[in-house]
């Protein structure tokens, strides 16, 4: 990319066609899960947009101004119209920053995907709010809720900024984050998910917080299919730990087996919430995830 | 069953190199440290009981598998394993190698000599030689040749192997036995191998002292052969050439006879599987000439030698029998006189001439043993050198045994004779003494021995230890047949007017120049150099292929002889069915022998193939697992 190109990029984490593509698309939560503040999320009958949802029978105590009068004159009996009814959507994404999120691209697509839901929640005058992880006892970076267009360069500025490093892990970051955050709607976990904590307490948090779980796993190809042989000295890029494993190409099988029982359970526990999950690989381009996986599985429409 | 056997087991302590190998796998020390994101889900599959299983770790561990089945199959290679062979195999092993005119036969259908097929036995035989077996070569012919001694170097057994060439010679299989009893005393030899055609003698007079493994050999094609050739003088120029022809199959043919090159008669033949037949020419010279006779087949029958289709004869000037009998020999002399053909001496009325050489000296006294002749009958004269092993008696004497195969006692009935005055052994004295003296016993008396026999080296003296006038032996019908017996033997042993084809293995005693240095061409171009001895004669000449071989040399006029195979046991490829030892019997072996078949080679291929296996193994492109089978990109 030349510098003119560079300059011309509203940000490096996405590409300018992508941007405009990502700005097309919105999430499509499983539930209602919104703020009495109004919104843009359409969220059933009864509201005072102008757009037309549906016809109930009339009990005393309406408001005879929504009676439908044509109706009325037609069949002698009073009916209501009722309008769509459409509330504010929080959209809480959630970074693992931790060390292990350096390693393959990961924490590259991570922000990337980060970048493109904003913009889809801050195109869709959904509040925006970030947290990234940050080492143990430290409180997450956070970008405080955010709403607009306009919002769009506070938030590629913040994941710019976001490096990883440190050793917290993916359910002391949504305890933190759920700590500050107040408002329902949609919690975006980008995460690998490889960690030693129970995240299903975290996700109960989520749910309880009126959050609809969007779990996405991201992997690098050496986790996906690693590459050992024989006889190593495993090492934990986070804590220093070692582990020693005995003809590692033999024991792959069983390695691959642990990795779809842990997806499945992640998958489990999302769906057991009314949330989803999905596990990607961090060497896919970020439009093939974008445009094709989620697209795909119901993620955004 | 033992089915698999070791030469070198003592390496299978080799196999203790299997622990340290167990050892360095379960504390292996050194491991390439590898930096992950998170250990969260190989701690999960170490915590696995699978895997933390001792058992299944060792099981998964193909690596090690191989590791240790290579080790295991090198030193299986190191411990020389072999597939045991039919027969017993000693350590130290003589092979007797056949080597006689019949094994030139060929086979009609494969055009391959008996020997070569021997010699491919043997090189096979070579060839799967264990490390600690030795084998050493013997050739046998009319003699035997030791080709190698005891040696486990297949180079030197292949070379001379290699060289091993078939010989016009008649089979002689006591030399050989001879050969191998010394070797038996470097080495511990408990059994030899005999390959041959089976045309041998069937009596072998040998007591052997270890096993005979005796491999009789396939049998070649259909052969006829010239099996005699000899010729009588009939009358002062005509000669009557007689020949035998023997076949082992139906066959029809010719012999032509040549007469110095021309060819002077031709006769046909027809035998059946087995038959003989004599064919009889009259040739007529005065001089010396040479006869040929050529051994001819039907164009569509196959002959499998060669070298009994041709034979030689050189018939000497035509001239009567020069005889000397002392004149008080009477009865001598009046056989004599009424043998045809014989020029008797001293002549009545006439000097006697003592330096005139003579064919036969029959006397009385021991002074006419310095006459020169061919062959000697002293009467009742005890050899010197044996003097002092007999004593005068004045018993009365009979003869108990004589050698009946002896030309001199053919055809003789001895056992009425009486004997008085003959000389008997001294105390203690036997047949052996007189042997070791040089002399042989041809019959013996109740007293001891009564006619002894010495050849040496230009003359044939027989001595009887009895005068024929004081005994009955001149008024029975065994004299004249004795006396007949002597012309005829004289006959053959100065070669007038009986003469007979000189066979292969040692050229005959040829009279030349004392001292003189002379070079014998073979009919393979083969020279040999040959020095006379201090009497003139030229001794010991090899003739191991039939033809013609020329004497030069020693300022003399250039000779030659020639060598005929006419033996009747290599022509007839007749085997025989077992072989008749002093004390036991050989028997044709029933199965092929078939040696220790070393397995070392394939074993080590098998260790090196499991090491490309290995290579396989571990350098092979990952597959991806099931799970990403379906959706590569998206987990």
């Known amino acids: 990319m030349t510098d003119v190109q560079a300059r011309a990029q509203l940000t490096p984490l996405l590409s300018n066609e992508t941007l405009a593509r990502v700005e097309r698309l919105r999430l499509r939560p499983n539930r209602r899960l919104t703020n009495r503040a109004r919104g843009e999320h359409s969220v059933g009958t009864g509201g005072a947009t102008i757009d037309f949802a549906d016809y109930r029978d009339y009990v005393a105590g309406d408001d005879i101004r929504y009676v439908d009068w044509n109706i009325f004159a037609r069949l002698q009996r009073p009916y209501l119209k009722l309008y769509a009814h459409e509330e504010e959507l929080h959209v809480v994404i959630i970074l693992d920053a931790s060390s292990s999120m350096a390693s393959e691209g990961k924490f590259e697509r991570v922000r990337q995907l980060a970048a493109a839901f904003s913009t889809m929640a801050l195109l869709g005058t959904e509040q925006v709010s970030l947290f990234a992880t940050t080492g143990t006892g430290e409180r997450p970076t956070t970008l405080q809720s955010c709403s607009g267009r306009s919002a769009t360069r506070l938030v590629f500025e913040f994941l710019e900024s976001v490096s990883p490093g440190g050793d917290s892990t993916i359910d002391t970051a949504i305890a933190s984050a759920l700590r500050v955050h107040r408002g329902r709607g949609i919690a975006i976990v980008l995460s690998d998910f490889l960690t030693t904590g129970d995240v299903s307490r975290s996700f109960n948090l989520l749910n309880s917080a009126g959050l609809e779980l969007f779990a996405l796993q991201l992997l690098g190809p050496n986790e996906i299919e690693p590459d050992l042989t024989g006889d190593v000295r495993l090492v934990d890029c986070e804590t220093g730990r070692t582990l020693d494993v005995s003809s590692a190409r033999d024991l792959l099988d069983l390695y691959h087996e642990h990795r779809l029982a842990q997806q499945t359970w992640l998958s489990s526990q999302c769906r057991r919430r009314n949330g989803r999950f999905e596990s990607v690989s961090s060497d896919n381009t970020l439009e093939s995830i974008l445009f094709e996986t989620l697209l795909r599985r119901g993620w955004v429409r | ?635």
């Open chain 2, 1 to 635: 069953m033992n089915w698999l056997g070791f030469s070198a087991i003592a390496n299978a302590w080799w196999l203790l190199l299997l622990v340290p190998l167990l050892v360095f796998y379960f504390l292996k020390l050194k491991r390439p440290r590898v930096e992950i994101s998170s250990l969260v889900l190989w701690q999960s599959v170490v915590n696995d009981q699978r895997v933390n299983s001792p058992f299944q770790k060792f099981r998964r561990n193909i690596l090690l598998w191989l590791q240790m089945a290579v080790l295991i199959l090198l030193i299986l290679a190191a411990m020389q394993p072999f597939v045991p062979g039919a027969a017993e195999q000693a350590d130290y092993q003589p092979i007797l190698i056949d080597c006689s005119a019949s094994m030139g036969a060929t086979d009609p259908v494969t055009g391959r000599t008996r020997l070569e097929v021997a010699k491919e036995r043997v090189f096979d035989l070579i060839d799967n030689l264990n490390p600690d077996q030795q084998i050493s070569l013997i050739a046998v012919h009319s003699s035997a040749d030791r080709l190698t001694e005891f040696t486990g170097n297949r180079r030197i057994l292949h070379d001379a192997l290699a060289a091993v060439r078939v010989r016009d010679v008649r089979s002689q299989l006591e030399d050989a036995f001879r050969l191998t009893q010394a070797l038996a005393k470097t080495a511990p030899v408990e059994s030899a191998v005999l390959f041959s055609d089976g045309n041998i003698p069937d009596k072998v007079r040998f007591a052997l002292p270890f096993l005979v493994n005796y491999q009789q050999l396939p049998a070649a094609g259909p052969n006829a052969g010239i099996t005699a050739f000899n010729a009588r003088l009939t009358s002062s120029q005509d000669w009557d050439v007689f020949l035998r022809v023997e076949s082992s199959a139906d066959v029809s043919g010719q012999i032509v006879l040549l007469q110095d090159g021309q060819q002077t008669g031709e006769q046909p033949f027809v035998l059946g599987s087995g038959e003989s037949q004599q064919i009889a020419f009259r040739v007529t010279s005065e001089i010396s000439t040479k006869l040929e006779a050529r051994l001819t087949t039907g164009n569509t029958q196959f002959d499998s030698l060669a070298a009994d289709n041709v034979a030689w004869l050189d018939l000497p000037p035509a001239r009567p029998l020069r005889v000397y009998a002392a004149p008080q020999l009477d009865s001598f002399r009046r056989a004599l006189t009424a043998t045809p053909g014989v020029d008797l001496f001293p002549k009545p009325k006439q000097p006697e001439q003592r330096s005139v050489p003579y064919d036969l000296v029959i006397s009385d006294e021991s002074a006419d043993e310095e006459l020169i002749a061919a062959v000697h009958f002293l009467v009742g004269v005890t050899p010197k050198d044996t003097e002092s092993l007999v004593e005068p008696s004045s018993a009365l004497t009979k003869f108990l045994d004589w050698d009946r195969t002896t030309p001199l006692l053919r055809h003789m009935q001895l056992r009425d004779v009486e004997i008085a005055d003959a000389v008997q052994p001294v105390g203690g004295v036997d047949v052996r003494d007189f042997e070791e003296a040089g002399y042989s016993v041809v019959a013996t008396g109740s007293n001891g021995p009564l006619i002894l026999r010495k050849r040496s080296s230009s003359r044939l003296t027989f001595h009887t230890l009895f005068h024929t006038s004081r005994s009955t032996l001149e008024f029975r019908v065994a004299f004249p047949v004795l006396v007949a017996n002597l012309v005829q033997l004289v006959r053959q042993e100065a070669a007038v007017g009986d003469v007979a084809g000189v066979q292969t293995g040692v050229l005959p005693a040829v009279d030349l120049n004392a001292g003189a240095t002379y070079e014998i061409t073979g009919p393979d171009d083969t020279l040999q150099t040959v020095l006379a001895d201090e009497t003139g004669q030229l001794r010991g000449v090899t003739a191991n292929q039939v033809g013609r071989y020329r004497i030069s040399g020693g300022d003399s006029e250039q000779r030659s002889i020639a060598a005929n195979l006419l033996s009747s046991a290599e022509s007839t490829l007749t085997p025989v069915s077992s072989i008749e030892f002093d004390e036991q019997t050989v028997a044709p072996a029933d199965e092929f022998l078939t040696t220790n078949r070393p397995v070392w080679s394939i074993v080590t291929f098998l260790a090196f193939g499991l090491l490309l296996v290995e290579w396989w193994f571990f350098q092979r492109p990952r597959t991806r697992h099931p799970s990403q089978a379906s959706a590569p990109k998206s987990v």
